[in-house]
């Protein structure tokens, strides 16, 4: 069990580093709180599903062909629908509520509610300690860790990651310095959306796809940013790792424990916010300038 609870919580919170570093992304440059983001997830799942059932495509080659149609729908959708009403937080919630369940019911229209699923890259088994851990199972967290390292150095090793991070700080200060923060903001929001299709390119083989998919993953990511530090990368990091352990112990160790994942994570969030509402790596709340 304790094995299990391991190989657990290294995919989980791989998964959930993901999407919570994404979402805080977005959130850092341009204060977007994307509830949609997790729906890219299930958009590159269902699209990874249809190349490889449907057309007969490359498993691999599905992936990569996800990942870049789920970035342009984010692109596209961030330019037409979230750009023009970004400085109205409110609005810029209800409309990414809304555009979450007009994917929703897209999906639904097209494959109905049908679960599906999607064979694995890799078939097989090893046995570690009398446990059997899928060679997917592997392949997902080593492919998770290496997104995650290529995301850190594109925000400390490159000047893009400079100018994300500058903007992050301080859009004013940012923009005085001869920042597009405009551009920063749709490149960062590609960058987003891009990791939240990744995951779902990757979590398919391992998870049953269908419409709703995206709404467990959105509590636990939004668990995830709360106990972290909304908008801090670390924080969404450790955050993840943390709370992926969390529901493995739930999971293993609590009969019906599966049901009541979601609602330890959203106990977790609460009492973060009621002790410490900045979170783990987060900063005080200040009075906007």
């Given at each position: ?114 679960f599906l ?92 796809v269908n ?40 999971v293993f ?37």
């Amino acid at each position: 069990m304790i094995v299990d609870i391991i190989i657990s919580s290294l995919i989980n919170g791989s998964v959930y580093a993901l999407l919570a570093i994404g979402f805080s992304l977005i959130f850092g440059v341009a204060r977007i709180v994307n509830v949609a983001h997790t729906a890219f997830y299930m958009l590159a799942a269902y699209c990874i599903y249809y190349g490889t059932q449907k057309l007969g495509l490359n498993p691999a080659l599905c992936m990569l062909v996800s990942v870049v149609v789920v970035t342009l729908m984010g692109l596209i959708s961030y330019r037409f629908f979230i750009d023009p009403i970004r400085e109205h937080e409110a609005a810029v919630l209800i409309a990414t509520i809304a555009l979450a369940m007009v994917f929703q019911e897209i999906m639904l229209i097209i494959f109905s509610g049908d679960f599906l699923g999607v064979p694995p890259l890799v078939a097989g088994y090893r046995k570690v300690f009398g446990v059997k851990i899928a060679y997917q199972q592997l392949l997902t967290f080593v492919i998770a860790l290496f997104v995650l390292t290529v995301v850190w150095a594109l925000l400390l090793k490159t000047r893009l990651g400079l100018a994300i991070r500058s903007t992050a700080q301080d859009r004013e200060v940012a923009n005085l310095m001869g920042m597009n923060e405009s551009r920063v903001a749709m490149i960062t929001m590609g960058v987003s959306v891009g990791l939240a299709g990744f995951t779902g390119a990757v979590i398919a083989p391992l998870t049953i796809v269908n419409p709703f998919m995206w709404m467990p993953p959105l509590i636990m990511m939004m668990a995830v940013v709360v106990l972290g530090g909304l908008g801090s990368i670390k924080g969404s990091f450790v955050g993840a790792y943390i709370l992926g352990f969390a529901e493995a112990l739930v999971v293993f160790l609590i009969p019906m424990g599966a049901y009541l994942k979601g609602s330890v994570a959203l106990s977790i969030m609460i009492l973060v916010l009621l002790i410490r509402p900045e979170g783990l790596f987060g900063i005080a709340f200040e009075e906007e300038r």
